[in-house]
C-alpha cells in the first residue's frame, strides 16, 4: 500500500506543506477528523498559532487520538507551531496551554521576538550537503533537549530543528520555499 501522509489542517500552513509533499510525489490528505487520522502513516503539523491549534484539536476530538498515534511511533513532523505541539515542555506557553508531546525538548513559544523580528537565513541542516532557506516567522527555539534528541540545525545558539526517533521538528517554515528536502527527510522518516 502506498504512503500517504496527512497535514493538520485546522489552522495554519497547510496548502503549503501539501503543495510540497504533492511535489514530491506524495500522497497526501488533510486531517481534521480522527478517522482521518486513523489513515495516515504520517503527519504533518503545520506552523500557525499553537495555543490556536491545541484548543481545535481538543475540540474536534483530535487531540487524544493524536497523542495515542504518536505514542505509537506514527512518524510526525511539525513546523514552528507544530514544533510547540510536539514538544513535552513549554516556555512563555499561555495559561493552561497544552501539547501532544512525544519530542523530550523544552520550546520556548516566540523565541525570536515578535512578527516583525520575522527573519530568512542560510542555514546549515545535519543531513542535507547545501543549506537550507530557512524562514523564522515569530519562531520558536529549543532550550533543552533530552537524550534521545538529536539536534539537525542550531540559530542563535540555540536547537532550530530536532529528530527523536520517528519525531523531526523545525522552528523554520521549510514549506514557504521550493526546497523539498527537509519534506523529502521526513518523507524517508515515514517510508
Known amino acids: 500500500m502506498p504512503t500517504t501522509i496527512g497535514v493538520l489542517a485546522l ?3 497547510v496548502r503549503e ?3 510540497t509533499l504533492e511535489d514530491l510525489g506524495v500522497a497526501t490528505t488533510r486531517v481534521r477528523r480522527p478517522e482521518e487520522l486513523e489513515q495516515v502513516d504520517g503527519l504533518v503539523l503545520p506552523g500557525g498559532e499553537s495555543t490556536t491549534m491545541a484548543r481545535l484539536l481538543r475540540t474536534f476530538g483530535l487531540l487524544e487520538p493524536l497523542r495515542a498515534r504518536i505514542a505509537g511511533g506514527m512518524p510526525a513532523f511539525g513546523t514552528c507551531a507544530g514544533m510547540i505541539l510536539l514538544a513535552d515542555r513549554v516556555r512563555d506557553g499561555a495559561a493552561g496551554q497544552e501539547t501532544v508531546g512525544g519530542l523530550d ?3 520556548r513559544r516566540n523565541a525570536f521576538g515578535r512578527q516583525v523580528d520575522s527573519f530568512e537565513t542560510a542555514l546549515a541542516v545535519d543531513g542535507l550537503a547545501d543549506p537550507v532557506h530557512a524562514v523564522f516567522i515569530r519562531a520558536p527555539w529549543v532550550e533543552e533537549v533530552g537524550p ?3 539536534v539537525l540545525a542550531v540559530a542563535a545558539d540555540h536547537p532550530v530543528a530536532v529528530r527523536q526517533d520517528a519525531l523531526l521538528a523545525t522552528s ?3 514549506e514557504v520555499d521550493t526546497d523539498g528536502r527537509v519534506h523529502r527527510m521526513f518523507v524517508e522518516m515515514v517510508g
Open 17 to 19: 506543506h501539501v503543495r
Open 105 to 107: 525538548v523544552t520550546v
Open 172 to 174: 523554520f517554515h521549510p
Open 148 to 150: 534521545g534528541v538529536d
Open 11 to 13: 489552522q495554519g500552513d
